[in-house]
């Protein structure tokens, strides 16, 4: 047989095992997706990580839209226990998509009442009832007003509630255990002053204020296994923030990119969008510079520097990378833009590593 008529026959074979592929895709899917979904419902991420604490991105995006990323959504893994901090819209489906159960959840805190910061609240205490068989209500813990979120988020999902205990009983839904209970607490008024919420089982959870006038607006540290994590919440530059997050080994720090958002308030205004373009403006003097973030990771002498929160959205491969360019004018040591599902490991036995954990 000549060469040609190998080429021919060969490609015949490859044609027939493409065709059989399309043809059986469906089946294909199947049998790959049961093999995944055995392997994802046996193990949860806190108990694949080592002991330590741990930073996860369960949404590293702002109010403004943008496909690649959930709203505002942090969490800590210490040891095998689970906090989140901020719950913005699509959190339960990423820390769901992440290997995390909400019902390995035991609390909430938000860093102030921006509604971005908690519009997916309700998802995240409806997904914590189901998955635990959960007895009490999810605890969340915020700046006085809190209560008042949580009543409200109660009553709004009140009926569904009823029709989850009716359809899939108390076995399964205990009728103690669905929605909120809420903590409020006063934010500080000095810089640096810290108040203790949690004192725990070697972890300790601090808030302290922050610049985000006119909210009421708190940062968190948190400590567990010698490890260190702060977290801005939402702020302009801020001294509280540095004081204290110092010797932090990482600092999780919010930025708006003043370019970019020109960029965004001059599209907008040329398209006779006065609203949307004056917002533009006005974000400007409560979030915080890339440069200023580095400034506060200097003075503050953490480990490394987290960027998330990007303001305004990054649509463009290559867009967040600016963010990090901007903050290393100010700061030396690294520094990260982070993505939805990344996970940053703090191990109780020192160092410190980046991955992401996306499943599916
Ligand atoms: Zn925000
Ligand atoms: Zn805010």
């Given at each position: ?259 970019l958002d020109r960029i965004m308030h001059d599209a907008t205004h040329d398209a006779g969008r006065e609203n949307v373009s004056q917002i533009f403006t006005d974000i400007l ?27 305004p ?48």
């Amino acid at each position: 047989m000549k060469a040609g008529a190998w080429i021919l026959g060969a490609i015949a074979v490859l044609a027939a095992l493409g065709a059989g592929a399309y043809l059986f895709r469906g089946e294909i899917a199947t049998v790959l997706v049961e093999r995944a979904a055995r392997e994802g419902v046996r193990a949860t991420l806190p108990q694949e990580l080592p002991d330590g604490l741990h930073a996860v991105f369960c949404g590293t995006g702002s109010p403004l839209p943008d496909r690649q990323r959930a709203g505002p959504c942090f969490a800590v893994i210490a040891g095998e226990r689970v906090f989140l901090f901020d719950t913005g819209e699509g959190s339960a489906e990423t820390l769901a998509l992440m290997g995390i159960s909400l019902g390995d959840v035991e609390a909430v805190y938000l860093t102030h009442l921006h509604s971005d910061h908690f519009d997916g609240l309700a998802a995240v205490a409806l997904q914590h009832w189901a998955m635990a068989t959960a007895t009490e209500p999810l605890t969340v813990v915020g700046p006085v007003g809190v209560s008042r979120v949580a009543a409200g988020l109660n009553e709004a999902y009140a009926i569904d509630a009823e029709y989850r205990r009716e359809h899939h009983g108390p076995a399964i839904m205990p009728p103690t255990g669905g929605g909120l209970f809420a903590q409020d607490f006063v934010v500080p008024t000095e810089d640096g002053q810290t108040i203790v919420l949690r004192d725990d089982d070697g972890l300790r959870i601090l808030a302290f204020r922050v610049d985000h006038a006119p909210t009421d607006a708190v940062g968190y540290r948190i400590e567990y296994a010698g490890r260190t994590i702060v977290i801005s919440g939402d702020t302009s530059y801020s001294h509280s923030l540095a004081l204290a997050a110092q010797g932090a080994d990482l600092l999780v720090h919010e930025a708006i990119s003043p370019r970019l958002d020109r960029i965004m308030h001059d599209a907008t205004h040329d398209a006779g969008r006065e609203n949307v373009s004056q917002i533009f403006t006005d974000i400007l003097d409560y979030h915080t510079t890339p440069e200023d973030a580095g400034r506060v990771a200097t003075e503050a002498q953490v480990g490394a520097l987290a960027i998330t929160h990007f303001l305004p959205q990054t649509p463009i491969p290559g867009l967040a990378s600016t963010f990090v360019r901007d903050a290393r004018r100010t700061y030396d040591g690294p520094v990260y833009a982070m993505r939805d599902g990344d996970v940053i490991l703090l191990p109780r036995a020192g160092g410190m590593s980046r991955r992401n954990t996306l499943r599916f």
